[in-house]
């Protein structure tokens, strides 16, 4: 007798191929030969592979990557396009690779263009500060020349009135001395 090692219930030896009765697949002691029903073996075809087929299946188309093979054949490499596109499809993607490397670049160059304009519109800015903070430092010290140059006019001036003052005086005294020397 083929078969498991176990006995089936209600007999002393299981045939693995018997058809089992409803009862026993509730029987947790059976193995799974026990309890499914069997099949008797036909006649084998072989394929051209060497697999036989699946009884009742007919070959059928796969799907998928491999679409085109049948069921059960070998996967054969594509024609020979694959192999002449190969080539292409790594210039293309090499070249787009170049062109991702270049917008980098240029992108980086761009930035470090724009931090060296940005720079200088700084130093620039601060030169203009400088330019008008020592333009006022000028305008603020002619200011105070002109107002000391001023100031000093007017100092003169009220000595030269002063001492035009003063002479007037002296000559008023002379012509008064003078003319009571005439009286007399």
Do not use: W
């Not at 099949?39 to 072989?46: F, G, S």
């Not at 087929?53 to 069921?71: E, M, Q, V």
């Not at 107002?147 to 009135?161: I, N, P, T, V």
Request: net charge negative; charged share 30%.
């Amino acid at each position: 007798m083929k078969g498991s090692s176990r006995p089936a219930a209600g007999s002393e030896s299981a045939d693995p191929y018997s058809i089992p009765t409803p009862v026993d697949i509730h029987r947790p002691h059976l193995s799974p030969l026990q309890i499914l029903p069997s099949r008797t073996p036909q006649a084998t075809q072989t394929h051209v592979d060497g697999q036989p087929p699946s009884p009742g299946n007919t070959p059928r188309k796969a799907s998928g990557p491999l679409s085109g093979l049948t069921r059960g054949a070998k996967p054969q490499p594509q024609d020979d396009q694959d192999k002449a596109a190969q080539p292409q499809v790594c210039a293309a993607a090499e070249q787009a690779l170049e062109m991702l490397a270049a917008q980098e670049e240029a992108f980086e160059a761009q930035e470090l263009l724009e931090v060296i304009e940005a720079h200088e519109a700084e130093e620039e800015e601060e030169a203009e500060e400088e330019e008008a903070e020592e333009a006022a430092e000028e305008a603020a010290a002619e200011a105070r020349a002109h107002a000391e140059a001023h100031a000093q006019s007017e100092r003169q001036s009220a000595k030269l009135k002063a001492n035009l003052a003063a002479h007037d005086r002296v000559g008023e005294g002379a012509d008064r001395v003078s003319k009571r020397a005439q009286v007399r």
